[in-house]
């Protein structure tokens, strides 16, 4: 049932108009024929007659819409309480119905749930404006609504991050973005994060094949819903081939930056009833291992007043903004998001909300620049650094680095106890595994094959605490250990006998030459600590199961002692 205002409404304004109708055609009825008169009075009331039965009908209408109503209300109430776990789309909005003088709070729903109740979605208040910026949106009432490709719908958490990615002529950068993002997060903080994928592009085979990339790249973050993956409806994006060309721009470009608007504005508005903060990035950036701590931190010290905190200083990467800020912040977008690109539309917005125009121009530039850095903070040093060579307008070359990202952290040393180190992988060149084990540098070498493995050797058995080894790192953080095993070798002989001829004691498998599996990698790091019934310990190994696809770095080797 579709029930639109303008179709009861005339009615209603024609009864009500009806007593100055009659006045107004009485009067003009003295000395004129009155037989006219009369047929025009008989058909008006005809329609009077039409319009009333009309709007008897319309409000049984929206009386049986609002039983309707009441009724998928009390089932989802219902619902809620048993199966919480079914709804994954909440907010804070609600929208207040008002019918035949009963007020009624329905919480806005999902997809699934407004069409169970066969109404039309509206945006919230503050977004209908959109309409007014881009039209067309009125034939197409869906076209706001992404296409989720998939995610667990998560809500409620700190950050909220949002990373656009469009069809690029030559290489994609997107999945060692996302590498780098997740490399060190802790499960802590992957619990309150989510990482947006707006592939926004409309060819339906290039959307699919991003998002099983992404799929197959992160398997358990796509199943614990730190990683959701969207697109746009084709139909939301206006005509783009005669846009006025600016700012000396080419065609080309003019449409490109006019699409990136657009494409960050959508991201925005999906992304900001899910969480607290909202961070914007791109397709092509890597980032410092421990940006969300620093990030949170630097949030910490500030006034309520900012609008943006920046911990890049290119583009609109690295850009924090609070997500109750994001509507006015689109409203903005859309209004000039065919005049000028997106990192100078959001200086312009900050200049509208505290420059006063009408200081002398000395003093307009000092204290307007003094008035928007209250608003825009920059944080030193960078968090993001942009790595990408091909941008995505076709044929532009993009060498941009942020200075103050500073030296790329490729390695983490530890204090490791004296140890014999050896391997079968193929060391790729000065990247050796002492270097690594000594906290010089990292360790690199050529694609694994299952039977390789990286081995330590203690010169005196040893009683190990715990273990840590990581693999990847900024620059290269999908270059990781893959299905390999972490096994220890007992310093007893009598123990490996044992476990040779009958197998572990212990609640871990043994393997034919007397090592225990005690640990695994998983997204790219092993961690753990090791059973102190195990007694000393002659060796650590890492071994190989399967053949990897990719090169393999350790870049983090930590062995914790008794003695160290």
């Keep these: 049932m579709r029930l639109r205002l303008g179709q009861v409404l005339p009615a209603l304004c024609l009864g009500a108009a009806f007593p100055l109708l009659w006045f107004a055609v009485w009067q003009g009825s003295r000395g004129n024929d009155l037989d006219t008169y009369q047929h025009h009075l008989l058909e008006l009331q005809q329609r009077l007659l039409y319009a009333d039965k009309e709007n008897k009908k319309r409000s049984h209408e929206l009386s049986s819409a609002l039983d309707e109503i009441k009724h998928i209300v009390a ?120 990482i947006i994928i707006f592939i926004a592009e409309v060819d339906t085979e290039y959307v699919k094949s991003v998002a099983e990339s992404v799929k197959t790249s992160f398997p358990r973050e796509v199943q614990s819903g730190v990683l959701e993956v969207i697109s746009p409806p084709a139909s939301y994006y206006p005509d783009l081939s005669n846009l006025k060309k600016t700012l000396g721009d080419s065609e080309d470009r003019v449409r490109w930056r006019t699409k990136q608007n657009l494409d960050y504005s959508f991201l925005m508005l999906y992304a900001q009833p899910k969480g607290t903060f909202y961070l914007q990035l791109e397709d092509d950036i890597i980032a410092k291992p421990d940006f969300i701590e620093s990030i949170k931190s630097f949030v910490a010290q500030q006034s309520q007043d900012w609008m943006v905190l920046e911990f890049s200083q290119l583009g609109f990467i690295g850009k924090l903004f609070k997500s109750e800020d994001l509507p006015l912040i689109v409203e903005f977008f859309l209004m000039f998001c065919k005049d000028k690109p997106i990192d100078w539309l959001i200086d312009h917005l900050l200049w509208v909300k505290v420059c006063n125009p009408e200081k002398d121009a000395v ?41 103050d990202f500073g030296k790329k952290l490729l390695h983490k040393a530890h204090n490791n106890p004296p140890a014999k180190v050896d391997t079968s992988l193929r060391i790729y060149q000065q990247y050796t595994l002492e270097k690594v084990y000594k906290g010089q540098d990292c360790f690199w070498a050529l694609a694994p094959v299952a039977g390789d493995y990286i081995r330590f050797t203690f010169l005196n058995p040893l009683k190990v605490e715990k273990y840590l080894f990581r693999s990847g790192n900024m620059e290269h953080p999908g270059d990781q250990l893959f299905n390999t095993t972490v096994e220890v070798l007992p310093a007893d002989e009598t123990l490996r006998k044992e476990l040779v001829d009958n197998g572990s004691k212990f609640n871990y498998p043994a393997t034919k030459d007397g090592y225990l599996k005690i640990g695994a990698f998983e997204n790219g790091s092993a961690e753990g600590s090791i059973n102190q019934s195990i007694g000393r310990i002659k060796a650590i190994r890492l071994s190989v199961i399967s053949d990897s696809p990719v090169w393999a770095i350790l870049s983090e080797v930590l062995i914790k002692t008794s003695e160290n």
């Design 363 to 403: 003093s307009i530039t000092t204290h307007c620049e003094k008035e928007k850095s209250k608003l825009r903070i920059r944080a030193k040093p960078s968090l993001f650094q942009h790595m990408g060579i091909y941008s995505s307008l076709a044929g532009k070359i993009q060498n941009l680095k942020d200075k």
């Design 75 to 194: 089932r989802t109430m219902n619902m809620t309480k048993n199966h919480t776990a079914m709804f994954y789309y909440t907010t804070k909005i609600e929208r207040i119905i008002i019918v035949n003088g009963t007020k009624l709070s329905c919480p806005i729903l999902g997809d699934l749930k407004w069409k169970e109740l066969n109404l039309p979605r509206k945006l919230p208040m503050t977004l209908t404006n959109i309409y007014y910026y881009l039209p067309h949106l009125r034939e197409y009432e869906d076209a706001i609504f992404p296409n989720v490709i998939f995610g667990q719908q998560r809500t409620g958490v700190s950050l909220v991050m949002g990373i656009p990615t469009v069809k690029r002529e030559k290489q994609n950068y997107l999945i060692d973005t996302l590498h780098s993002l997740l490399y060190q997060l802790s499960e802590e903080q992957k619990k309150d994060c989510i």
